[in-house]
C-alpha cells in the first residue's frame, strides 16, 4: 500500500471549493457521473455511478475558514477488502479569496497509485479549474 499527496491551487474560497466536493449535485457535475455523498460522518458515499464506494470519515462544513472531508475510498475492481482514505482540506490564501486544496489518499494499493493520481488530476482539478479559473 502507498500514499500520495498532491496540492493544487484554485480561485475561489475555500467554502466554494468545499461544496464541489461535499454538495452531491456539484460532485456529479465535476465528475460527469452520478455521486451519492451526504457530509455528515457515517454517510455513505459514492462516485463515477459506483465504481468508487466507501463513507464519509468526516466532515467540517463549509463555515469553517478551513473545511475538510475525509472520505474512505474504495474503486470496485480493488481486491475485496481493500479501502483506502481520502483526506481532503481547503486552505484559504490570498487573504481568502483562492483555495490551496490538499489531497491525501493513504492505503492505495500500489499497482493503482498512478492511476489514481492521474484520475484525481484529470477528474478532478482540471475540472475544477474549468469552473473557477486557474
Given amino acids: 500500500m502507498r500514499s ?8 475561489a474560497p475555500p ?4 461544496r464541489l466536493f461535499a454538495d ?3 460532485h456529479s457535475f465535476i465528475t460527469g457521473s452520478q455521486v451519492v455523498i451526504n ?4 454517510s455513505p458515499f459514492s462516485a463515477f455511478s459506483g465504481s468508487v464506494e466507501g463513507r464519509v470519515v468526516e466532515a467540517s462544513g463549509d463555515s469553517v475558514s478551513s473545511p475538510s472531508l475525509t472520505l474512505e475510498w474504495r474503486w470496485r475492481t480493488w481486491t475485496a477488502g481493500v479501502v483506502s482514505v481520502v483526506k481532503l482540506e481547503f486552505t ?3 487573504r481568502g479569496s483562492e483555495t490551496e486544496l490538499v489531497v491525501t489518499h493513504r492505503q492505495i494499493p500500489s499497482e493503482h497509485v498512478d492511476t489514481a493520481e492521474q484520475g484525481w488530476r ?5 475540472r475544477i479549474h474549468q469552473l473557477v479559473g486557474l
Fill in 4 to 11: 500520495i499527496s498532491l496540492k493544487e491551487r484554485f480561485r
Fill in 15 to 18: 467554502a466554494e471549493v468545499y
Fill in 24 to 26: 452531491q449535485g456539484r
Fill in 39 to 42: 457530509p455528515t460522518a457515517g
Fill in 92 to 94: 484559504p490564501i490570498e
Fill in 122 to 126: 484529470q477528474h478532478y482539478f482540471s
